[in-house]
């Protein structure tokens, strides 16, 4: 089992820029897959980037391409979501969760965190 912790949301200005972390517990995390999305009340959640077990394959939505990195360090149990140029509509509660493929689809991530909230003021 995974346990999934997201931090570093808050309130930024259009163009500015937010690191968030997701903090995993347990040792199988390092054989998943991590994924980030992100939603807004009313709507379905969207996938934002993925990252694969060892790194080595990243994929990125549309909409995030060349402004987000996604990246993850498996000796400390974190993943991490450099956001840059960031958009009013970029804002929306962001969410690290855990797969055993590299899925786009929220409903093929077995493990969740509970979001954190990312605000982009323009």
């Known amino acids: 089992q995974v346990q999934l912790v997201e931090s570093g949301g808050g309130l930024v200005q259009a163009g500015g820029s937010l690191k968030l972390s997701c903090a995993a517990s347990?040792?199988?995390?390092?054989?998943?897959?991590m994924g980030w999305f992100r939603q807004t009340p009313g709507k379905e959640r969207e996938f934002v980037a993925l990252?694969?077990?060892?790194?080595?394959?990243?994929y990125y939505a549309d909409s995030t391409k060349g402004r987000f990195t996604i990246s993850r360090d498996n000796a400390k149990n974190m993943v991490y979501l450099q956001m840059n140029s960031l958009k009013p509509e970029d804002t929306a509660v962001y969410y690290c969760?855990?797969?055993?493929?590299?899925?786009?689809?929220?409903?093929?991530?077995?493990?969740w965190g509970q979001g954190t909230q990312v605000t982009v003021s323009s």
């Open positions: 347990g040792r199988a995390f390092r054989t998943y897959a």
């Open positions: 969760a855990a797969a055993r493929t590299l899925p786009t689809a929220p409903n093929a991530y077995d493990y």
């Open positions: 990252i694969s077990w060892s790194g080595s394959t990243t």
